[in-house]
């Protein structure tokens, strides 16, 4: 069963940045639309951002302007650079294809926003 690796999460002050980074099967990569989601420790899962396969990204209203989505294709790796993070940006982040199938959910990574 083949499962995207995400990586690059950690513990930041509100204001900082960080950039994630997922790791996608080639044959995946080049004909999915990709996506990151967030998982909050309360609430639903939120669809953060996505990209299409020639790099239309569009985004959540509440991170326009302070998230960046990007794929690599000499990598098959997808970004999301995230920047003025705030104390509500706290979940763990995962990446998958727009719509997300089940078999392709990893394990996350964890950003938390603390003051």
């Known amino acids: 069963q083949v499962r995207l690796v995400e990586s690059g999460g950690g513990l930041v002050h509100p204001g900082e940045s960080l950039r994630l980074s997922c790791e996608v099967p080639?044959?995946?990569?080049?004909?999915?639309?990709m996506a990151w989601y967030r998982q909050p420790s309360v609430g639903q899962l939120e669809l953060v951002a996505d990209?299409?396969?020639?790099?239309?990204?569009d985004y959540v209203e509440s991170v326009k302007g302070r998230f960046t989505i990007s794929r690599d294709v000499t990598k098959n790796t997808v970004y999301l650079q995230m920047s003025s993070l705030r104390p509500d940006d706290t979940a763990v982040y995962y990446c998958?294809?727009?719509?997300?199938?089940?078999?392709?959910w990893g394990q996350g990574t964890q950003v938390t926003v603390y003051s």
């Open positions: 998958n294809v727009l719509p997300a199938l089940r078999q392709y």
């Open positions: 080639e044959n995946v990569f080049n004909i999915y639309h």
């Open positions: 990209i299409s396969t020639t790099g239309v990204a």
